[in-house]
């Protein structure tokens, strides 16, 4: 499964999507950074601050829409470049090649993970934020790593989504419906059971003004993972590919 990894790097080197996912997970400390430059805060920002915002736009919003472009990307390319086919006529595991492009998925999410917390450190440190300690940042960092992560499990039904509709466009519009519903459900009590907005809720301690029970959360996200991956692996696995 090594080398299936180490080929999807390789295939990365030539495509433009993994640049623009990076850029994707600096955005938000830059928009924080230009909301500090136009006075948008009234007062000097601490770091605890600018990094809880970072983590928070970036969960809620740009981590939904990069993710889903990231499925897109990697569940079907193989099929809108036709090399689909000429990979498994080797001897190859379908199996085990649709959960290396999983264990790729959240490699990738570790990736943009690493970035934006340094990136939220850098542009924390350019708009003059004051109190930068090594437990805040790592505090920070392991926020965004376990929501990312939650987030890796609740996707997985729009990895079968990918295996049905291989065009990017109509993966990007889902992204964006998605990511509008979670900015609206994130902030209301019954966000706790939507698959897409706990993450953060979890991660971020929020999840507290609803309940104590994180529990049920957790299964939600965990059902909805098994269910996602369940369908993809049985449905790779057993469709005829296309020429």
Same mark, same amino acid.
């Given at each position: 499964?090594?080398?299936?990894? %180490? &080929? ?43 990094? $809880? ?39 190859? +595991?379908? /199996?085990?090649?649709?959960? +290396? ?17 340094? +990136? ?7 708009? /003059?934020? $004051? /109190? &930068? ?19 890796? &499990? ?20 889902? /992204? ?32 507290? %003004?609803?309940?104590?029970?994180? $529990? ?13 991956? $369940? ?11 296309? &020429?």
């Amino acid at each position: 499964m090594l080398s299936y990894i %180490q &080929l999807e790097f390789i295939k990365l080197k030539r495509s433009k999507i993994f640049i623009l996912t990076i850029l994707g997970a600096i955005f938000p400390s830059f928009l924080l950074f230009l909301a500090e430059e136009f006075g948008e805060f009234s007062e000097t920002i601490t770091f605890q601050t600018f990094l $809880t915002n970072v983590n928070m736009y970036m969960s809620v919003i740009f981590a939904i829409l990069l993710f889903t472009i990231i499925i897109s990307y990697l569940f079907g390319r193989e099929y809108n470049e036709h090399t689909l086919k000429t990979i498994l006529t080797a001897p190859t +595991s379908r /199996g085990k090649f649709i959960l +290396s492009k999983y264990l790729m998925f959240l490699v990738w999410i570790l990736i943009i993970t690493v970035v934006s917390s340094i +990136s939220a450190v850098l542009f924390g440190y350019a708009t /003059g934020a $004051t /109190g &930068l300690t090594a437990n805040i940042v790592l505090d920070s960092f392991k926020e965004l790593l376990y929501c990312n992560i939650l987030l890796f &499990l609740s996707f997985s039904p729009l990895v079968f989504i990918s295996l049905l509709i291989t065009n990017m466009i109509p993966a990007m519009i889902g /992204g964006a419906v998605l990511t509008f519903t979670n900015m609206i459900v994130e902030s209301h009590k019954y966000g706790i059971y939507f698959p897409w907005s706990s993450p953060y809720l979890i991660a971020s301690g929020e999840i507290a %003004q609803y309940t104590n029970n994180y $529990t049920i959360s957790h299964m939600i996200i965990l059902i909805t993972f098994l269910i996602g991956l $369940t369908v993809s692996y049985l449905y790779f696995t057993k469709k005829d590919i296309p &020429l």
